[in-house]
């Protein structure tokens, strides 16, 4: 570099932090002004205009505080020269190179130390940026002519790719002073291009994936495979359970190599070239309004713009010709299948779980097991409790009492119905049971039921089939009472067949077979 060019890159890094050095600030001042700076577009000595970093900034700073003025400046040396590898160590990582030109720079710090070479301390950015200045480039191996074909699915729903990327810049709602960048995260039709579902969001968590997912399913139907990236949240184990609850195939395109994922890189492309710019040029300033934009510009343009593989269909036409190969699913199957699972042991004197930060309050009889929680993501209101393959009660989150409830304290001298007092430990409790000194109780017992096994119950007593609308009693029903036994359902509705008889209304069944654990209970 020129003496000339040095000073004129000094010049204008001074000019940049100068506002910082020169002026008395306050704490809050110095920060609110290195946040401008950080905004603002800055015309370089090369003509280029762009933004100066956060930690570029910083390193000006640090180099003008140590060395003045002088510090601004580059060190001259000689071009193409490296302090930090050793001749000899350079000539023969060049040589490597140019023996095989496919050679990562890994693989050749790898061999460099075989070879006893001094490498321990060598960066691989370094080395490969000194390499390409050599003119040992790598060579890649998918460069060569003729190497890719095209190919696309029959029908529609036989495959979706799904990817991410990153978005636009957003005020943080946290921080309003701050701006933060958000992800985008999409599903494609792999025969018709549709965009089955894209969203942006804050990050690119499970939890986001599978609120896409969600939304994709419900407005598209289910798909037979699904085409994903090498990214970390594609290989979460929740999301390969909730496929194989759903009957979804999952693979995988090969490392490095975006091309075999092709339909869904374009169409982010499209997104990125024709959306982004439009988005920024409104004045969005919060996620929930660029989604609403992002929405409608799918629908409205995207969609019913004439795509080039399609031979002059449109993708939404495209879809419609395979609409009736579309299996549509239920919110209920998708509730159920994209929940998230975690396995918690209940607190042994609370009866609490803790998942994904949200404390949910259990039945007393719990205490001390082991159960799988199954929530939605975004919904943490109830959390779904399963014991043995089976889903035995619904918790809501745990609300602090102000006071405490004196009626559930069991004193020091009571009795259990066998005579033996009560254990502070629910383990020394259970084997009690086990060993029939304690009677147990409706809602403690092995024998708790699912909800399908409840309605078969039901169903098997009154010994008729039951409606929809009494099922849907039921399942509300038991979602309000449950953890229950099967031995004191079967017991509380044989008593009422005997009283009453078969032909009831089901509210009445349930009205007693809830007096009946309430006694029980209490």
């Known amino acids: 570099m020129s003496l000339e060019m040095r000073m004129k890159l000094g010049l204008f890094r001074f000019g940049v932090i100068a506002p910082l050095v020169c002026r008395r600030l306050e704490a809050g001042e110095r920060q609110e002004l290195r946040y401008q700076i950080g905004q603002q577009l800055h015309e370089w000595p090369n003509g280029q205009a762009k933004r100066v970093g956060a930690r570029t900034l910083s390193r000006w700073l640090s180099r003008y505080r140590s060395h003045g003025f002088e510090g601004l400046l580059d060190v001259d040396r000689p071009s193409g020269s490296c302090r930090g590898i050793e001749a000899t160590v350079l000539l023969r990582a060049e040589a490597l190179r140019k023996e095989l030109p496919i050679r990562?720079?890994?693989?050749?710090?790898?061999?460099?130390?075989?070879?006893?070479?001094?490498?321990?301390?060598?960066?691989?950015?370094?080395?490969?940026?000194?390499?390409?200045?050599?003119?040992?480039?790598?060579?890649?191996?998918?460069?060569?002519?003729?190497?890719?074909?095209?190919?696309?699915?029959?029908?529609?729903?036989?495959?979706?790719?799904?990817?991410?990327?990153?978005?636009?810049?957003?005020?943080?709602?946290?921080?309003?002073?701050?701006?933060?960048?958000?992800?985008?995260?999409?599903?494609?039709?792999?025969?018709?291009?549709?965009?089955?579902?894209?969203?942006?969001?804050?990050?690119?968590?499970?939890?986001?994936?599978?609120?896409?997912?969600?939304?994709?399913?419900?407005?598209?139907?289910?798909?037979?495979?699904?085409?994903?990236?090498?990214?970390?949240?594609?290989?979460?184990?929740?999301?390969?359970?909730?496929?194989?609850?759903?009957?979804?195939?999952?693979?995988?395109?090969?490392?490095?190599?975006?091309?075999?994922?092709?339909?869904?890189?374009?169409?982010?492309?499209?997104?990125?070239?024709?959306?982004?710019?439009?988005?920024?040029?409104?004045?969005?300033?919060?996620?929930?309004?660029?989604?609403?934009?992002?929405?409608?510009?799918?629908?409205?343009?995207?969609?019913?713009?004439?795509?080039?593989?399609?031979?002059?269909?449109?993708?939404?036409?495209?879809w419609r010709q395979d609409e009736a190969y579309v299996l549509r699913i239920t919110s209920d199957d998708v509730r159920k299948a994209l929940m998230l699972r975690a396995t918690r042991r209940v607190h042994l004197r609370t009866a609490t779980v803790s998942v994904a930060s949200v404390n949910y309050q259990l039945s007393a009889g719990l205490a001390g097991e082991t159960v799988e929680v199954r929530w939605q993501g975004d919904r943490n209101h109830e959390a779904e409790i399963w014991l043995?393959?089976?889903?035995?009660?619904?918790?809501?989150?745990?609300?602090?009492?102000?006071?405490?409830?004196?009626?559930?304290?069991?004193?020091?001298?009571?009795?259990?119905?066998?005579?033996?007092?009560?254990?502070?430990?629910?383990?020394?409790?259970?084997?009690?049971?086990?060993?029939?000194?304690?009677?147990?109780?409706?809602?403690?017992?092995?024998?708790?039921?699912?909800?399908?096994?409840?309605?078969?119950?039901?169903?098997?007593?009154?010994?008729?089939?039951?409606?929809?609308?009494?099922?849907?009693?039921?399942?509300?029903?038991?979602?309000d009472i449950s953890p229950i036994s099967e031995a004191a359902v079967i017991d509380a509705l044989n008593l009422a067949v005997r009283a009453k008889g078969k032909n009831l209304h089901l509210r009445f069944y349930c009205h007693h077979l809830s007096e009946s654990l309430k006694q029980q209970r209490s």
């Open 104 to 318: 990562s720079v890994r693989s050749i710090m790898e061999l460099l130390k075989s070879e006893g070479l001094d490498a321990g301390k060598l960066a691989a950015s370094t080395l490969a940026r000194q390499l390409k200045s050599r003119g040992a480039i790598k060579q890649r191996q998918t460069d060569l002519p003729g190497n890719y074909q095209r190919w696309e699915q029959a029908r529609v729903n036989d495959l979706w790719q799904a990817d991410t990327a990153h978005g636009l810049w957003l005020p943080d709602p946290r921080n309003p002073k701050k701006t933060k960048k958000c992800k985008l995260i999409a599903f494609i039709d792999d025969a018709s291009r549709v965009m089955t579902h894209a969203q942006f969001y804050w990050d690119e968590q499970l939890p986001s994936l599978i609120d896409c997912f969600r939304k994709a399913l419900l407005k598209r139907g289910k798909p037979g495979r699904l085409l994903l990236d090498n990214a970390f949240i594609f290989h979460a184990t929740t999301l390969k359970e909730m496929c194989a609850h759903l009957g979804i195939e999952i693979s995988f395109c090969q490392p490095y190599s975006p091309s075999s994922k092709g339909k869904i890189e374009r169409g982010l492309g499209t997104v990125k070239s024709r959306f982004y710019g439009e988005a920024a040029s409104a004045g969005i300033t919060t996620l929930p309004e660029l989604n609403e934009f992002l929405f409608a510009w799918l629908t409205k343009e995207y969609h019913h713009q004439i795509h080039g593989g399609l031979k002059g269909l449109t993708p939404i036409e495209r």
């Open 388 to 479: 043995n393959g089976k889903c035995v009660e619904v918790a809501k989150p745990l609300v602090v009492a102000a006071d405490i409830d004196f009626s559930r304290k069991v004193s020091k001298g009571s009795k259990l119905p066998g005579g033996a007092k009560v254990l502070a430990s629910a383990k020394r409790y259970r084997r009690e049971i086990e060993s029939g000194r304690t009677r147990i109780s409706a809602s403690t017992g092995s024998d708790l039921i699912c909800l399908e096994e409840f309605t078969a119950i039901v169903c098997k007593v009154l010994e008729r089939d039951l409606s929809t609308e009494e099922k849907e009693v039921l399942q509300k029903f038991f979602l």
